[in-house]
């Protein structure tokens, strides 16, 4: 007897069980999906095109230096890079003693502490130094903006989905608040201390917009005009940057790696073929 009905145990467990998961899931209980203005109107990031894109791109040092330059004269009033050290700015194509002078220049200090007294104080940068925070601590930092933590930027781009076309894309987002959404959602009006940005997951953030006029940052001659447009997508390149410094060398060696593996499938078909010439398949 068992062994005739040996080979339909299995098969017949098989199909009880996926009649079970069947059974459970028409049998769940569904809540209808509720709309929401985030759900309705948040953006997905704008299409935008860096020389660093696709298996071939390249940083563009020019666009980096510029970046670095918003970021330093904007960004680092609020948002650290605690990953990021004057010194990589050499990557950037700046020189030893530029490095030193951003250093030394940077408008917030080191905190140390004063060998003779034991004293918390400050001192100037130093090239091995990472760039200090805008703030003393998470408390500081969230008095300073109504309650918000800015996030440290080191690791944004890789951070967020989109990276750098996320982060250009809320910077140049700013909008007023559609009409037809209020008019949709009367209760998502956006309160008066944060701001509207469709390309932010819930539409609302406390960051005021970064940059707000042509020229706000006064770029070197020779280097494009200083549009909100220009800016935004510099310093979303340079954060790109921070976030994956070696994104050249990944490519080369992807590339070589890919190099490497059609020759070795070549020689290794050319040696089928060689072995076994002779042998009827």
Known sequence: ?????????????GIGFLLALFWGFVSTPREAAVETAAHEFHLKPKEVEYSFSGPFGKYDRQQLQRGFQVYQEVCSACHSM?????????????TKPEIKAIAKQWKTEVPTINEKTGEPTTRKAL???????????????RAANNNALPPDMSLLAKAREDGPAYIYSLITGYQAQPA????????????GSL???????????????????D?????????????VDQMAKDVSAFLMWA???????????????????????????????????????
């Open 1 to 13: 007897m068992l062994r005739f009905f040996g080979p339909f145990i299995a098969p017949i467990v």
């Open 82 to 94: 605690k990953l990021v050290a004057f010194r990589d700015l050499a990557d950037l194509g700046f």
């Open 127 to 141: 090239p091995s130094d990472t760039f200090p925070s805008p703030f003393a601590n998470e408390t500081a930092a």
């Open 180 to 191: 037809e959404l209020l008019k949709k959602f009367p209760d998502a009006k956006t309160p």
């Open 195 to 213: 701001h509207y940005n469709p390309y932010f997951p819930n539409l609302n953030l406390a960051m005021p917009p970064p940059l707000t006029a």
């Open 215 to 227: 020229g706000q940052v006064s770029y070197a001659e020779g280097q494009p005009k200083p549009t």
């Open 243 to 281: 976030a994956e410094p070696k994104l050249e060398n990944r490519h080369r060696t992807g590339i070589a790696a890919l190099i490497f593996l059609v020759i070795g499938t070549l020689l290794a078909f050319g040696a089928y073929k060689n072995i076994w010439r002779d042998q009827k398949h």
